[in-house]
DNA sequence: ATAACACCTGGAGTTAGCTCAAAGTCAAGG
DNA sequence: CCTTGACTTTGAGCTAACTCCAGGTGTTAT
């Protein structure tokens, strides 16, 4: 798969496709004799993955040092797993968050109808 | 109450709260003889709102022009409903794909754990 | 064979949202 | 009286995460 098939398909620029590949987010991918680069199945995968934890707002850092430790191999294993644990728990906590918030702007929305009805009504 | 005290209370910054001010968040904080920001309790109900938005990740942008049409008085209560209800709809849609990511994330961790355990049992 | 097009690189520029620094005012304490 | 400390302003600086640009290479279509 070439650079704009990989683009096209999960929405992120070729700017951003080689910025990520610089970084060492995904240090993998492949080239053709002229330099082209040619994304392999697991660049796929690993575009995806990080598209996803990207969107929820996981810091570039953080999937930097992810990503470097699954190129070092299996002894890295549990590291990787305490990452992911800590990041678990950072995104659950902000779900919650944004849950609260969610419901103040439920509630505000709500006061809001009610005020346009009594102005309607001519209450008041 | 001084600008140290709802900075204190609220977890923003002295900057942070004056910049809001000067960006057009807090607009109505009054002065003492010589210049000195007091916070009054509507002031404060804003700061708390404004912090609870930015949490949520609301853009400035999108305060500022709230807080504007606040500012102008009864006629804009439509319009700042429609605002809250816009960004409902995005918070709603960001809460849904945060709990995907969070799935994803118990799953990746579940699957290293069992990676560990068989590690640990000596099996393969 | 020449123009258009998709790709490449390195480095600079942009945006949002703060954050800091310098220089000044004022009230209270030793 | 002088210093300390909390406040003030304006304007510059910073960080994260892109995003753009200039100049170059290689393939494809007319």
Do not use: H, W
Request: hydrophobic share 40%; with cysteine.
């Amino acid at each position: 798969m070439k650079i704009a098939e990989v683009s096209e398909k999960y929405g992120l620029s070729l700017d951003t496709l080689r910025y990520y590949e610089r970084i060492g987010l995904i240090p993998t991918v492949t080239r053709t004799p002229n330099g082209i680069r040619e994304y392999g199945e697991m660049d796929i995968k690993r575009v995806e993955f990080i598209k996803c934890m990207r969107g929820a707002g996981l810091p570039i850092e953080v999937l930097i040092d992810y990503v470097a430790l699954v190129q070092v191999g299996d002894s890295t294993v549990e590291a990787r797993k305490e990452i992911l644990k800590e990041q678990r728990e950072l995104l659950a906590a902000k779900i919650t968050d944004l849950q609260k918030t969610l419901e103040l702007l439920d509630y505000m929305i709500s006061v809001y109808e009610n005020k346009i009805l009594t102005k309607e009504q001519g209450i008041i």
